[in-house]
């Protein structure tokens, strides 16, 4: 997959211009391109750079949807997470979790709602949830509290790398015929007689100026979906609730175990997670609510010290803000509620599929694990809108690139045997003794997944800005002249981006118990 090949591909009018290249939008130009449908999909900055790729690393039905009844949405997310398991093995896999229980009447209340969650799941189930004494728990994971512990219920779903899964599709998209662009931000849409007819996007690139044409436009651009509908209209309402949820990555010596925790009520009646992630610990989230969302979100301190307060509670280490290796902030594409004084944390990842009278579709809400399923409903919904030939979706049984992959610490990168041998002869070496990443890793992603900056690289191709701030900055100098190299560029271009990392990587760091930022750089 490489950019010139792709903005090569622009000269002709398309059956399907999608907007956004996060979960929601690659999946729609997989399932679009997969049908025979010729598609392109434009993204402003990096694919997953906002909400898909800060997500809690999670592929769940979701216990807390069940424990408001809401059915229906469970029963679609735990078949789709069976799905994904099942088209993507090589990025998602099974997790098993502990729910401790602190007060008897919760042991067979958990109990009970999780033999449902099994049932609900059918033939795509996992393991069977079970109930465990406090020793089993504790013999689980070492670092539980076990002060007042009365037992535990075990339960299973699932859990992924958000941001490989999403340089996967969109590399399957592009097997499977699609034209995919990013660094691309849409200006302005194309009409035509009222209706929407394409859009002008910027190669911020190479400074050029695009008009592209098709015969559906698919706004697929989560918290920003607004800003894509004022293009069409300027008077239209609002539809998006952002939300902000931040993540805290540890050391995985707070959590030595192969088991994650759910603490199924916080103090804002959210739920928080405590799992083991990349060889770390990962604890989340917040819910903030946010007027203007912005590409980079920024973690609050009330939000780190709310996550630390939490996890204090429920482990015998307790983490202080020096512990923390990353942390990192997302955005919830949550739509608004019919009631103005409903609240975030109030509001299920429920999705949103809408026609302007323009023809403009837009689809939002939603989560990474019903992508798959959002996307099939767009694209039927947009076969109708441009009279495509009606094609059934075949992306439930569709293996994703790199799905028949065993090779040891390369099978989330999709490449071939023989590609990663190639890589790792010609690039030997590791990137940084805290990064769990190659220089041949490396250099495939920036020869193969398009990177233009590089926190596209150490942010999202790779994940060692999220998992270890400070061994990330410490990688950039090294990563910066190897994309230099192999994309030809001077030494003013790697200053430039060695700055702009370090000042990305401060917002990602924590030290102390009064200041963020990086330690001596």
Not at 355 to 378: C, H, N, Q
Request: proline share 5%; aromatic share 6%.
């Amino acid at each position: 997959m490489r950019r010139d090949e792709q903005l090569a591909r622009l000269n002709h009018t398309f059956d399907v211009l999608v907007i956004g290249g996060g979960a929601t939008g690659l999946g729609v130009a997989l399932d679009s391109a997969s049908r025979g449908y010729s598609t392109l999909l434009v993204e402003a900055r990096d694919f997953a750079q906002g909400t898909s790729s800060r997500s809690t690393k999670l592929v769940h039905g979701g216990v807390r949807y069940l424990e408001r009844g809401d059915i229906k949405l469970v029963h679609e997310a735990l078949h789709e997470r069976g799905r994904l398991i099942r088209n993507a093995p090589h990025l998602v896999h099974e997790l098993r979790f502990l729910i401790p229980t602190y007060h008897a009447w919760q042991l067979p209340y958990y109990g009970i709602g999780l033999k449902m969650y099994d049932l609900l799941a059918g033939r795509l189930g996992l393991s069977r949830s079970t109930i465990v004494t406090a020793g089993g728990a504790a013999r689980l994971i070492p670092t539980i509290n076990t002060d007042g512990l009365k037992g535990g219920v075990i339960y299973s779903d699932a859990q992924f790398n958000d941001s490989r899964l999403a340089l996967i599709l969109a590399r399957t998209a592009v097997q499977q015929g699609a034209t995919i662009l990013n660094d691309a931000p849409v200006r302005d849409l194309l009409k035509d007689g009222g209706r929407v007819v394409g859009a002008v996007i910027d190669d911020t690139v190479n400074g050029e100026r695009h008009e592209v044409y098709a015969h559906a436009v698919v706004n697929a651009t989560g918290v920003f979906a607004d800003e894509i509908r004022r293009m069409d209209d300027p008077a239209v309402k609002p539809m998006m609730a952002p939300s902000q949820g931040v993540h805290l990555v540890l050391d995985r010596s707070f959590l030595p175990s192969d088991t994650g925790i759910l603490i199924p009520k916080t103090d804002d009646g959210r739920v928080i997670f405590i799992i083991p992630w990349q060889g770390h610990t990962l604890a989340g989230t917040t819910d903030t609510e946010l007027a203007d969302p912005e590409l980079e979100p920024k973690a609050h301190e009330d939000e780190i010290d709310f996550i630390l307060a939490h996890v204090d509670r429920f482990l015998t280490r307790k983490p202080s803000r020096s512990d923390v290796r990353a942390v990192f902030a997302g955005l919830r594409p949550l739509v608004r509620p019919l009631a103005d004084d409903e609240s975030t944390a109030a509001l299920s990842y429920k999705r949103q599929l809408m026609e302007s009278p323009s023809g403009l579709v837009t689809i939002a809400g939603g989560k990474w694990t019903t992508y798959r399923r959002m996307a099939e409903d767009t694209v039927n919904h947009v076969a109708g809108v441009a009279a495509l030939p009606r094609r059934e979706c075949l992306t439930a049984d569709l293996p994703l690139l790199g799905a028949t992959s065993r090779i040891p610490r390369w099978m989330e990168f999709g490449a071939s045997a023989d590609e990663a041998a190639e890589y790792e002869a010609k690039y030997p070496g590791i990137l940084h003794p805290r990064l769990p990443y190659s220089l041949a890793m490396t250099a495939y992603v920036i020869e193969n997944e398009m990177p233009v900056q590089l926190d596209d690289v150490l942010a999202r191709r790779l994940r060692a800005l999220l998992l270890d701030a400070e061994a990330a900055i410490d990688a950039a100098p090294t990563v910066a002249a190897l994309m230099a190299r192999l994309q030809n560029h001077d030494d003013a271009w790697v200053a430039r981006q060695l700055e702009s990392f370090t000042a990305l990587a401060r917002e990602h760091y924590v030290v102390g118990d009064g200041g963020r930022g990086m330690k001596a750089i």
